[in-house]
């Protein structure tokens, strides 16, 4: 029955292939808003017998030609649907757009089926979810919490199944902040890898479209599709973007915010659930580094005392003139601010805004993805009928910076507090490493445990096959430091690489720590006399494949080498001359095993700083 189908991505696509009609899951997805029974959700629903044309008209089951095939989604009200009303909240701003936006057309190309545009803080100014004229949606797990926004609509239609998706918005963590406090994903993309053609901006120079959804494997996918290019967008970016999530690396590099630098604003429970976090990361292979998180609280201070704001009010400025009663009493008060800023502020916020960038980033470069609490602690309604500014500020403490240093990120869903709240972290990189954070944002959801959102649902086992590169990319394998966790791994991923799998050579192989230049330099070489050695597999953009060979020097060299289960791939190899005196490691079956058993006091950082594996 499709009451009890857990719409997640696989279990519907397997449905689908048992023969299920999509017709019923429009319906059923439809009995699910009415069973809900809160009007704050959706503020306007597609007509049933338009959405279940719609399915009809997907053809047969096409899961690679439409990999969102007979999918249902939302979309956030500020984000234009063709014959549907967009009002961002503000029914004096209302207008009906003839053309849906470029990512609601992409989607839908994709095979999704759109039922309904939801609710949110106005003009996407909060963080809250309750900054509506509308009422506002329930929190799906305690109506006494705020839901969170501004995307608050479209969070609780995830968490309540109701939806396989659903689009926001993210300027300063609208498309985290509500996931965080729903327990579902919420992947907040590269700027500009998302078109936003057809989306009512807040700050155009920092907005983007997130997805919501209750697994990372789902919102990754419904990126991959909504990632399309749109030459019409002036602020439309291209990175490569695989086509799923690879598996997460043995081993990585995670920045955290040091104690000093940690608020929860006395929520126990919320620092107990980070904590363990990072011992589930920890487990995972994770290397964890706290950091002084002094320079991104700063970043963060600019977006609402400084010239952001105005921003936000070229957005309104027409109908602060003419209407101005038609705004939310909180939104007009904080947009209105932006009336005492001059050209010279502006200014003066860009030089400020690259002095911290500056500041901050030899800390984002240490590390191959940053942690943080999505939210510091949870609110209640009455906490904002109490304080209408300071909760919302509280709840931006670890989103606020993102989008003004051009890092993506993704909202994970982790093992619930000790109160039975939902747990998340939030996972950050630099611009274009989404796919890093998907990997390794997917192997988190695992480990730890969480529940998906209000449902009752599992999470689907995760997809056998090993993954391979895509079309765009070459598969490189790796036996010495350029291995995920070692020093020269950055060469890979400041290019685009990213983990595919590790796996071991075919027998007959040999390794060597070869003399010369800085100590313990790997080179494996094709011998008699060898055996099976440990290597990682990486995907290298075909693109920057150059900019990578030009940092290999003698006596290595890119072969092709033979895995233990036959398949051939290009991988690290060394001339036979630069074996002669070199120390014969082969029998300890990998370079990681030799780092091991080097004394403890050596310095194996140094010794990698300049020599390519």
């Known amino acids: 029955m499709t009451r009890d189908l857990p719409f997640d991505l696989a279990s519907l696509h397997a449905a689908y292939a048992g023969g299920l009609d999509p017709a019923a899951v429009v319906d059923e997805a439809f009995r699910r808003v009415e069973a809900a029974a809160d009007p704050g959700i959706f503020l306007c629903l597609v007509n049933r017998a338009a959405a279940r044309a719609e399915a009809a008209a997907l053809g047969p089951f096409d899961p690679v030609a439409k990999p969102l095939w007979g999918?249902?989604?939302?979309?956030?009200?500020?984000?234009?649907?063709?014959?549907?009303?967009?009002?961002?909240?503000c029914p004096a701003f209302a207008y009906t757009p003839a053309a849906d936006a470029f990512v609601v057309a992409a989607l839908r190309r994709a095979g999704a089926i759109l039922i309904g545009k939801t609710n949110l803080d106005q003009f996407a100014t909060g963080l809250v979810g309750v900054r509506s004229p509308y009422p506002p949606p329930r929190h799906p797990l305690d109506p006494a919490l705020v839901p969170g926004g501004s995307s608050s609509g479209s969070a609780v239609a995830v968490a309540r199944g109701i939806v396989t998706f659903a689009l926001g918005t993210d300027t300063a963590g609208s498309g985290r902040v509500p996931a965080g406090l729903n327990g579902i994903v919420g992947l907040k993309p590269t700027l500009g890898t998302v078109s936003n053609t057809g989306v009512v901006p807040a700050c155009r120079t920092l907005d983007t479209v997130s997805i919501f959804a209750l697994t990372v494997e789902d919102a990754y996918a419904a990126f991959h599709a909504a990632a399309a290019a749109d030459g019409d967008d002036p602020y439309a970016r291209a990175f490569p973007r695989p086509a799923a999530p690879a598996a997460a690396p043995p081993r990585f590099r995670v920045g955290v915010p040091d104690p000093a630098t940690r608020p929860f604003f006395g929520d126990a429970d919320q620092e107990a659930s980070f904590a363990a976090t990072l011992d589930t990361l920890a487990a995972m292979g994770g290397q964890v580094q706290e950091i002084d998180f002094t320079p991104f609280f700063q970043v963060a201070e600019l977006l609402y005392d400084g010239i952001w704001v105005a921003e936000r009010y070229t957005v309104v400025e027409d109908i602060l003139a003419r209407d101005p009663g038609a705004l939310h009493p909180v939104t007009r008060h904080i947009i209105e601010a932006a009336e005492k800023f001059s050209a010279a502020d502006a200014f003066r916020g860009f030089y400020r805004l690259q002095d911290l960038r500056r500041r901050a980033a030899p800390l984002v470069a240490g590390v191959d993805l940053l942690c943080v609490p999505t939210v510091p602690t949870f609110f209640t309604l009455a906490d904002l009928d109490a304080d209408p500014m300071g909760p919302n500020?509280?709840?931006?403490?670890?989103?606020?910076?993102?989008?003004?240093?051009?890092?993506?990120?993704?909202?994970?869903?982790?093992?619930?507090?000790?109160?039975?709240?939902?747990?998340?972290?939030?996972?950050?990189a630099p611009a274009g490493g989404d796919g890093r954070l998907a990997a390794l944002g997917a192997a988190l959801q695992r480990a730890a445990g969480g529940a998906l959102g209000a449902t009752d649902w599992v999470l689907p086992a995760a997809a056998a096959a090993r993954p391979g590169a895509d079309g765009g990319e070459i598969a490189l394998a790796v036996v010495g430091a350029h291995m995920s966790g070692l020093p020269l791994n950055h060469q890979l991923t400041d290019l685009g690489g990213r983990f595919l799998y590790a796996a071991r050579t075919a027998p007959g192989y040999r390794l060597f720590s070869l003399p010369g230049g800085p100590p313990h330099r790997p080179g494996l070489l094709r011998a008699t006399g060898g055996t099976a050695i440990d290597l990682e597999v990486w995907a290298l953009p075909a693109p920057r494949f150059g900019d990578f060979m030009r940092q290999v020097p003698k006596p290595l060299a890119i072969g092709t080498l033979t895995l233990e289960d036959g398949e051939d791939v290009k991988g690290f190899l060394c001339e036979s001359w630069a074996t002669d005196g070199a120390l014969d490691i082969t029998q300890l079956g990998g370079w990681r095993a030799h780092l091991q058993s080097l004394p403890p006091a050596a310095d194996r950082t140094k010794e990698f700083d300049h020599a390519p594996t």
Request: charged fraction near 15%; hydrophobic fraction near 45%.
């Open 393 to 428: 500020a509280r709840l931006g403490t670890y989103t606020n910076f993102v989008n003004l240093m051009d890092l993506c990120g993704l909202a994970v869903p982790v093992a619930p507090r000790r109160d039975g709240l939902p747990g998340g972290v939030t996972l950050l």
């Open 71 to 89: 999918v249902p989604f939302a979309v956030k009200d500020n984000i234009d649907a063709a014959g549907l009303p967009t009002t961002a909240a």
